[in-house]
């Protein structure tokens, strides 16, 4: 079964706040990019500011969230990540300076970890083992840390690279870029969910495009399991 999650990326807390509102109402899932200004340009809104709006109600506590940290050190963030109750904490593997360390604390505090691999990054530089530990691979499709980028189909073999190894035991991610084509080519590739920012937050009627792109990985999902 896949998924699809919106995102938000913005260093504005109106946008934010904003989108939240409007995505509770709409989506069972939500992932809030975390950008620090030292492993991408620019800095985001900081878990401060969310943490402000989960106190005032604005994030809703039935709205399950990702927390994509493309931050320095993504292990000395879980602490102040647990304080807006996320379900699945992300980081980018790059800036990790003890990968299996950052899963573990993770996990210890009873939350999914995900691992995240950057454009550039080769499948085959990651130890064989984290690929196992984590609940979640991601692999990003454009650099990490600006929005609004295209596709980048590199992105396809690394996802089936992931896929042999873990089979399905673990779930891959995709995050950007991503249209109903590239989404159609990511789940054949072997990915599970998809997360999607400009061609969801652009839609005029975001319960529509929400359940459209549900629909799509439903019906690709029938045609890979029915051998097409």
Not at 5 to 29: C, H, M, Q, W, Y
Not at 181 to 206: H, M, P
Request: charged share 30%; glycine share 8%; aromatic share 6%.
């Amino acid at each position: 079964m896949g998924e699809i999650v919106p995102t938000i990326l913005t260093a504005d807390l109106d946008e934010f706040s904003r989108k939240a509102t409007l995505a509770k109402e709409v989506v069972g899932r939500l992932q809030i990019d975390i950008i620090d200004g030292k492993f991408a340009f620019p800095r985001t809104v900081d878990l401060a500011g969310i943490k402000q709006l989960f106190d005032a109600g604005l994030l809703a506590s039935n709205l399950h969230l990702d927390l994509h940290l493309m931050v320095n050190r993504p292990e000395d963030w879980v602490r102040r990540c647990l304080e807006v109750l996320p379900e699945r904490i992300i980081g980018q593997i790059e800036m990790m300076a003890e990968a299996r360390g950052f899963i573990n604390q993770v996990v210890d505090s009873g939350v999914q970890a995900g691992i995240a691999l950057d454009m550039e990054t080769p499948v085959e530089s990651v130890d064989e083992e984290l690929y196992h530990l984590a609940d979640l691979i991601l692999v990003m499709s454009v650099k990490a840390g600006a929005g609004g980028q295209e596709f980048d189909r590199r992105a396809l073999p690394k996802i089936a690279q992931i896929k042999k190894k873990v089979g399905d035991l673990v779930k891959i991610g995709v995050d950007g870029g991503l249209d109903e084509e590239s989404i159609e080519l990511c789940q054949q590739a072997g990915a599970d969910i998809f997360y999607v920012g400009k061609t969801f937050w652009e839609a005029e009627n975001l319960e529509k495009r929400y359940n459209e792109l549900s629909k799509l990985i439903e019906d690709r999902r029938k045609k890979i399991e029915a051998g097409f």
